[in-house]
């Protein structure tokens, strides 16, 4: 019997064993340079013992990046011989704060310049103590680290969060130590140099009783200590969202480059060539895949652009918006107006033109790319200012779209309508389009999260502008489920108001999962429902307009105003070669005079849903562990 017990656990133990190796194992290849070790910590938790009593480290985060300094801080602490335990302030907080030991703090600013929504309760319960008591310990110690950004127009918003946290803390008795609050400025990239400092105070001062040196250090900024607002509601509440991660403008520096270091590798990351100090070129997967003879993207299928010689690019990545559908992830700055250095407008483009080669070039020889395609498109002759940031606040783009326009590439040009006195200034360009992401200020302020107090206003202004233009214009609408689908009638009052030649409306697309924004899959709208959506609202918007193309495969509809109908045939598309003669001749025209017919295939209602029949569909087979085989086409 004991043979049978001994073979019994020899075998338990082969079996686990392993188990255990290739865990270690893969948590040991998986780890990156500069990583923190959570092998051994919860979700909510993480201590480490030591001798010299706790620390507790706490935080509030939306995005991460509290986060990630809170765990830099508790390693720090337990480095030095402390028992460290890092939790959040939702957690944590008032348990914290009724204690004895040393607590630090890391918040970012939200919106309004308040704190997380998952430590509210907790800043509410600050609020009742200090109106009905009983008051903290004076033996309770702390320090906080606030992590902001320097885009509010009011500045007394610019890390707010912090500054309450410590002005509240003191007023209810507790004890500032060591450096008191840190404040860092993403904007001028300070965040890490301020928790070195703010760290290197704690453990000067955490062993201290004279905490005459406690206060309000910036690093990054020329604030005095005295800065520190004493006011709940000393900030204006049009913010944008968390501004853990946001990069903004700062003061003028004309050798100020827009392009930081860590911007800089974000973005090659993502596939970017960047141009000088603030532009970049990025390839759209349309262009390899009617490279490939796979079909074009709703560009070619609307208005007859070429995909494989489309060059997306942006003279300015900077933005006055942070949607919580950007599919670039908010890795780019926010901005107000333009504050830095800025290069020349013929090399931008010379340089975006030799930046779209070179991404071209590694798509020689790939299966299914066509010789003459791809000899086609070492010539751009089409080029979408749009891609990210806002590329009309870049201080020469009527000289950017000249030489665009001189070399005979075509201008589709896309704003947010934040800078309107931008697009009255605005030379004609083949194409302008206003992103209309909600029809109501509220509804603006949610998914579009704009730095501009006065967006709205700003926004209306823009519509204004847009309107009077003599050129093609357009409204590009994003469908998100659950955010801006009830809004129909506010939208058709928007488009009457601006009288846009098109209407663009797309399904929102979903670019997999992101601290930066809460959207899924369940966000996403069925093309039907695009369609559906569509015939609604122009029905709603009046005689003037009805549903003219669809583009199946990129969930998108356009509704057109009929003076492009002609005898019952929509005239999309346009007459490249005679917008560069308009142009060239430098006397004023109007949209009507570069229009083509747009092939049967692109009409609404034709049963190729806006696919070239010149093309091949590509269906790709998804085979996903515990479901079915299913097919998309490219």
């Known amino acids: 019997m004991d043979d049978i017990y001994l073979w019994v656990i020899t075998l338990v133990v082969a079996m686990l064993v392993p188990v255990g190796i ?264 349309w262009t390899q895949a009617q490279l490939r003879g796979r079909g074009g993207c709703y560009k070619h299928t609307f208005y007859g652009i070429t995909s494989y010689q489309c060059m997306e690019m942006t003279p300015s990545l900077a933005c006055a918006n942070k949607c919580v559908f950007c599919w670039r992830h908010h890795t780019n700055p926010v901005a107000t107006e333009w504050k830095w250095k800025h290069d020349d407008p013929d090399w931008l483009v010379e340089q975006a033109v030799e930046g779209q080669k070179a991404l071209i070039k590694p798509l020689k020889g790939v299966p299914g790319v066509q010789k003459e395609r791809y000899e086609d498109a070492m010539n751009p002759s089409h080029c979408a200012l749009s891609l990210v940031g806002e590329p009309i606040i870049y201080p020469e783009i009527n000289t950017l779209v000249d030489k665009l326009h001189e070399r005979k590439i075509s201008s589709f040009m896309v704003t947010n309508a934040q800078f309107p006195e931008k697009i009255e200034e605005l030379k004609p360009v083949t194409q302008m389009y206003i992103s209309v992401d909600a029809a109501t200020e509220d509804s603006m302020k949610a998914i579009d999260r704009p730095v501009f107090s006065d967006f709205w206003r700003r926004f209306l202004a823009g519509v204004d502008a847009m309107r009077n233009k003599g050129q093609r214009t357009v409204f590009r609408l994003t469908l998100v489920k659950k955010w801006n689908v009830s809004e129909l009638e506010n939208y058709a009052q928007l488009i009457q108001r601006g009288q846009p030649n098109f209407v663009e409306v797309k399904g929102v697309t979903w670019c997999g999962e992101s601290t930066a924004s809460n959207l899924s899959m369940k966000n996403v709208p069925f093309h039907k429902e695009v369609v559906d959506f569509c015939q609604e609202l122009a029905q709603a918007i009046g005689p003037d307009y009805a549903v003219a193309c669809e583009h199946e495969h990129s969930c998108c509809v356009l509704i057109a105003h009929k003076k492009f109908c002609r005898d019952g045939i929509w005239h999309t598309w346009i007459d490249f070669p005679k917008f560069h003669e308009l142009i060239a001749a430098d006397k004023p025209f109007s949209s009507e005079d570069y229009l083509c017919r747009t092939p049967d295939w692109g009409q609404f209602g034709n049963s190729a849903r806006g696919f070239d029949p010149e093309e091949t569909r590509y269906v790709k087979v998804r085979n996903h562990p515990g479901k079915e085989p299913s097919t998309t086409t490219e």
């Open 22 to 285: 290739i865990a270690v194992l893969r948590n040991r290849l998986s780890k990156k340079e500069g990583d923190i070790d959570t092998r051994s910590y919860s979700l909510k938790t993480r201590k480490v013992v030591g001798n010299k009593g706790t620390v507790r480290v706490l935080y509030a985060t939306v995005k991460g990046s509290s986060k990630k300094y809170a765990a830099k801080a508790t390693e720090i602490m337990a480095a030095e011989g402390y028992d460290a335990i890092m939790e959040t302030i939702r957690d944590a907080g008032r348990e914290a704060c009724l204690g004895t030991d040393p607590v630090l703090f890391v918040v970012p600013t939200y919106e309004g310049g308040r704190l997380p929504a998952s430590a509210s309760n907790f800043h509410v319960w600050l609020q009742g103590l200090i109106k009905d008591g009983p008051k903290l310990k004076p033996s309770l110690r702390f320090t906080v680290l606030g992590l902001g950004h320097s885009a509010y127009n009011d500045s007394s918003c610019y890390n707010k969060a912090a500054r309450e946290l410590n002005r509240m803390l003191k007023r209810l008795g507790a004890t500032p130590f060591g450096p008191g609050v840190v404040q860092g400025d993403e904007a001028q990239d300070t965040q890490d140099a301020a928790f070195s400092e703010w760290i290197e105070g704690v453990k000067a001062g955490i062993e201290k009783t004279d905490n005459s040196s406690a206060g309000i250090y910036e690093v990054g900024h020329e604030e005095e200590e005295g800065s520190d607002n004493e006011s709940v509601g000393g900030c204006s509440d049009d913010s944008v969202g968390d501004m853990e991660d946001i990069v903004s403008s700062k003061p003028f520096d004309p050798n100020a480059e827009m392009i930081t270091p860590k911007l800089r590798k974000a973005l090659t990351k993502q596939g970017y060539k960047l141009l000088g100090s603030h532009s970049g070129v990025k390839l759209c997967r």
